[in-house]
């Protein structure tokens, strides 16, 4: 194959697109229609070196997972006009690049970012729109993803009064494993796309506040990186995606437990992608910015719509569509000794399920409303464990995520019988604002809310969360404040 600079650029449009990574030279004519970000941004770097817009935002192999080998060219053969051919490639900034750039500029210092909401809105300035949607959005119509976090507002407290709480201790196990707070980072991709240090930024920060993360699958920096950047005291779970490959799923659980993982939750709420609009509008709303607007034209055929958004992991149909009580977590069972835990229950009837099946735990979720619209909000299904089935809490621990914002939520989740409450995307804002340093000051927001009201709870300890300090009141709330600076 001829991969000379000057037959590289004669690949620059969609009929035939070559680009250089690092050297290495792909054919990506087909990937254009599924890349997750849209096909402008390959395009813009037809026939040219996209190593620079390739490298911060992608684990090292991503290319070589999406291609075939006959996609993979080779080396770039280099010739003595090959630096001049690189500093000749015109590499133009987008509108929504320079709003970037501008944002990022004009953010507040971190002692003006006083709750989880400030971090959000400041991060949805400053993030790539494509990357924003990716994060935010929700499934159909997003109903589900607002009631999670309005859920929070039906449930008020109990305070008691003339107790002692000079000494104010929110600490907690989590399977066994000391949490500073009853807190820890639910299992969430492709971190990398909100800073270049990604899920490390969580590692560093978490691992000096005491506080557990779970690691995704799809992360996107690779697990035995994150591994090794643990402190010794430091605790990691592993969030697994079971997928059509049994032996590749096995794989990597023994390569999880092998890295030093302490638990692993089994993803069970995604045998499909949901349908994410926000996300796979985001690319028509570059083009529109960038004055590129498709229009309708009598005649011409139907293209392909992308309705995977920037969700790649299932593009090729590989989560297995056929999980089930009787064979999954048996085959789980015998392929690791680590305790399991079961991501994305949703109804009273799966978490007896769950209990009978011998798992050390369920994390109460509906993926964050991003996958089944109108599903219940995770604090109303552990509500409805307590009413109905409160046996459940003494078989096997009970966590919940989702819509999770404040630190009375968290307590609010607790005193109902919650073990601990995960959250994902206020990581990602945290992390895409302001790096490792987002993530230091949400755990310190978060400490701070939750000792403040567990103070004015009367409750010395989480021992003193209980059923009776919570009421659920069936009132129309004033909806809460959506952070703005």
Known sequence: MDCTTEEIAKHNDASSCWIIIKNNVYDVTEFLSVHPGGPSIILKYAGGDATSAYDPIHPPDTIQKNLSPSQCLGPLITTTSTTDWKDRVPVEQTQDEMRVEREMKHRPPLNRVLNLADIEDIAKRVLPYPVQAFYSAGTDDEFSLRENTRAFDRFFFHARVMRPVSTCDPST??????????VFVSGAAQAILGHPEGELNITRACGNAGIIQMVCTFASIPRARIAAAI???????????????????????????????????????????????????SLWVMEEQEGKTQYYVEGDPEATTNLFG???????????PDLSWRETIPWLRSITKLPI????????EDAVLAAEAGVEGILLSNHGGRQLESS????????????????????????IDGGIRRGTDVIKAICIGAKAVGLGR????????????????????LHREITISMRLL???????????????VDWEPVRRRIGKL
Do not use: H, M, W
């Not at 399977?175 to 009853?182: A, E, F, T």
């Not at 920037?310 to 297995?320: G, I, L, P, Q």
């Not at 804002?429 to 993530?439: H, K, M, Q, R």
């Open 376 to 399: 219940l909000p995770p604090l109303e299904v552990l509500y409805r464990i307590r009413q109905q089935r409160p046996d459940v809490f003494d078989k096997l621990e009970v966590y």
């Open 231 to 281: 402190l010794p005291s430091q605790t990691l779970f592993f969030q697994l995606y079971k997928i059509t490959d049994t032996a590749a799923s096995t794989k990597v659980v023994r390569e999880a437990e092998e890295l030093g993982y302490k638990g692993i939750f089994l993803t069970v709420d995604a045998v499909v992608v949901g349908n994410r609009e926000k996300d796979v509008r």
């Open 341 to 348: 835990v079961l991501k994305g229950i949703q109804c009273v």
């Open 426 to 445: 206020p990581f990602l804002y945290a992390l895409s604002a302001y790096g490792e340093g987002g993530v230091i000051k949400l755990l310190e927001i």
């Open 173 to 182: 196990k989590i399977l066994g494993y000391d949490s500073s707070l009853p």
């Open 310 to 320: 920037s969700s790649a992991v299932n593009r090729r149909n590989v989560f297995d």
């Open 458 to 472: 009367g409750a010395a300890s989480i021992r003193d969360l209980t059923p009776e300090v919570v009421e659920r």
